[in-house]
């Protein structure tokens, strides 16, 4: 059974920085990719970053610059590094794996980036 849990969400002011962290139940490299997905209140859930098994990394544009994505193997664990942030960037955070034809979700973390 796939489980994933996200830490690290909190209230943060314009320009500053959090650290998303994503503990998955099962060895990492079993998924294809494993990305994080946002999604703000009356919009759609839209992906953030990924990661492929093979350590390929893609970022939605409005994050390139300022985010990045990583993983720590025999941690079993992925990271969303995200630094200056902005207001725009509140939502809560998932984390995704995908395998195969499957899709794993996490519960969520709520990020709120306010002065």
């Known amino acids: 059974q796939v489980q994933l849990v996200e830490s690290g969400g909190g209230l943060v002011q314009p320009g500053g920085s959090l650290l998303l962290s994503c503990a998955s139940s099962v060895n990492i490299f079993e998924f294809n990719s494993m990305g994080w997905y946002r999604q703000a209140p009356g919009k759609q859930r839209d992906l953030v970053a990924k990661i492929t098994v093979g350590g390929t990394t893609s970022y939605a544009d409005s994050v390139k610059g300022r985010f990045t994505i990583s993983r720590e193997g025999p941690m079993k664990m992925l990271y969303l590094q995200m630094n200056e942030l902005k207001p725009e960037d509140t939502a809560v955070y998932y984390c995704?794996?995908?395998?195969?034809?499957?899709?794993?979700w996490g519960q969520g973390t709520q990020v709120t980036v306010s002065s």
């Open positions: 995704n794996a995908k395998i195969l034809q499957s899709d794993y």
